[in-house]
């Protein structure tokens, strides 16, 4: 579901999604809107524009989130530096993308989103907390927890910023969907934070979003 102000924006995703073959738009709307045709289509993704005159995208976010099954949610924005986009990924926000997303990239990350993965642009994200001074020294003891990650832990957290889901994480360092399920558990409570947005936040600001995540050969192998 497609949730924005203006009509071209709904329209233009709608025809770019439509034409993926496992993507269907169930529903597009304006804000006031929103949480009605989400109980209605109960959609499995819904992009929502952050900043709309009828009602705001962080107000719909928390609607949605009540819902008794609540879609995943990822922000639409303008702004790569929007202030309120670090409040909604804190609300439980899914990730974020700028509307000028390349069209052929568009269904990717909503098919990222679906598998439970994280959405955010290095670039966006970047400007994100440095729209935002003072959440680098009111983060910083959250920051320092991913020092006391393990290795295993680090690697993964790394490819949970990378927007990967638990089983492409699994394909990538060999390892079950379950077996990551446990790791990312173990990584949200060692860090403190409620889910893998929050988690790949602290990683992007311990520089460790682009991290080598290739397989190291143990030692004697």
């Given at each position: ?78 702004f790569d530096a929007d202030e309120y986009v670090l409040t909604a990924l804190r609300s439980g926000a899914a990730g974020f993308l700028l509307k000028d997303t390349e069209p052929d990239q568009l269904a990717q990350l909503v098919r990222t989103l679906a598998a439970g993965g994280v ?103």
């Amino acid at each position: 579901m497609v949730v924005d102000d203006e009509a071209l924006v709904r329209s233009g995703f709608r025809l770019i999604l439509n034409a993926a073959n496992d993507i269907e738009v169930v529903a597009t709307t304006v804000g006031a809107g929103a949480v009605d045709a989400a109980r209605r289509e109960t959609p499995d993704v819904v992009l929502l524009d952050i900043r709309m005159p009828d009602v705001d995208g962080l107000t719909v976010l928390g609607r949605l989130r009540s819902l008794q099954e609540p879609p995943i949610v990822a922000m639409l924005t303008t702004f790569d530096a929007d202030e309120y986009v670090l409040t909604a990924l804190r609300s439980g926000a899914a990730g974020f993308l700028l509307k000028d997303t390349e069209p052929d990239q568009l269904a990717q990350l909503v098919r990222t989103l679906a598998a439970g993965g994280v959405v955010m642009s290095p670039k966006a994200s970047r400007a994100v907390w440095q729209s935002h001074p003072g959440a680098a020294a009111a983060d910083e003891e959250e920051v320092g927890r991913v020092g006391r990650l393990s290795d295993r832990e680090s690697e993964v957290l790394v490819l949970v910023a990378q927007g990967l889901s638990n089983a492409e994480i699994g394909g990538r360092i060999h390892l079950s969907a379950g077996t990551v399920k446990d790791h990312v558990s173990a990584i949200l409570t060692k860090l403190r934070v409620t889910g893998r947005v929050q988690a790949a936040l602290l990683a992007q600001r311990a520089g460790l979003r682009d991290a080598d995540t290739r397989r190291r050969p143990e030692p004697g192998r």
